[in-house]
């Protein structure tokens, strides 16, 4: 339960879609990009592309949605979907730790923007310290601890890729890059079901 990459400043209305693009499109940005063959959980509001793992739309994503229904799981997609939520829930357990340890995130209004993004910033790393040297914290154990290790430095993906091109040809490279990530998370999917049935 650890931030591996935060971005402070933008405005709370900013889509967090733009926010991530903004930030792969800046070859100076510092982000983590996944190593080849691997990827990010993200929501439904990003697009499904390589490094970066997409539900299935209108599909049932929530967790007590798939709880909720009396038929169970019906299908690969709803399958992959309660799943996918499933771990994406350790996302939301950390912002859950984050705001609990630092209710200042909460009255933030009061601050300048700028000491704003410092006090967001600061409270980020703190969690991240507290988190690699007190194993034994209470509030992470009350939000559960699910198995996931900190990344090791082996782990850093120093060969970024970078973009360059025409628009045209960065149109058509997304393009098919789109259509391989939708073909491997169909695999995932199929996969995933059979190994359930």
Known sequence: MLFTYVV?????AAHDSRVLTTQLEDPTSGFPHPPPGKYYLVDSGYSNKPGFLAPFHNVPYH??????RAGGINSPTELFNYRHASLRNCIERCFGVLKARFPILRY???????????????CCVLHNFIRLHNRGDPLFDRYGIDG??????????????????????????????????????????FEMYLNYN
Do not use: H, K, Y
């Open 8 to 12: 402070t400043g933008w405005e709370g």
């Open 63 to 68: 967790l007590r949605d798939a709880r909720r």
């Open 108 to 122: 933030m209004t009061n601050f300048s923007l700028i000491r704003q993004r410092e006090i967001a910033m600061c």
């Open 148 to 189: 996931v290790m900190p990344p090791s430095d082996s782990d850093s993906d120093d060969d970024a890729p970078s973009s360059s091109g025409t628009a045209r040809d960065q149109g058509a490279n997304s393009r098919n890059d789109n259509n391989f990530a939708n073909d491997m998370r169909d695999r995932i999917m």
